[in-house]
């Protein structure tokens, strides 16, 4: 498993490219067994200026399959569908991260009774 997560601005009065963008590849996608984990956009500020407005996340079933849409994007030129409809763009790689496992498996032992 693999996650892509995305997040960007659209540029204003690009959002129909952004579209067809997303209908494109959500195609490719979807037709290599990935998925679209969730999107959002319009954050609300809890602490700092939000940097970025929109987000996607994408589950991949693997390292390979994410290169298959990579390079079958790059063969349609529809990443430059991507570029031309949005700024500041962070698209980033995660593997899966077992977060239970990890924090129970951090959490210290309690400190010894005092007899």
Known sequence: ????????????????VYK??????????????GRVI???RGPEALRGEPDRKCFILVEFP???VFQQFHDA?????????????TQHYIWQLFPPWGLKAWVC???PEPPASAE
């Open 1 to 16: 498993m693999l996650y892509a997560l995305n997040v960007f601005d659209i540029v204003p009065g690009k959002e129909v």
């Open 20 to 33: 067809d963008y997303s209908l494109k590849a959500g195609r490719i996608i979807y037709g290599l067994g």
């Open 38 to 40: 969730s999107s959002g």
């Open 62 to 64: 693997s390292r390979e």
């Open 73 to 85: 994007a790059t063969a349609q030129d529809i990443h430059l569908l991507r570029e031309a409809s």
């Open 105 to 107: 498996a951090s959490t």
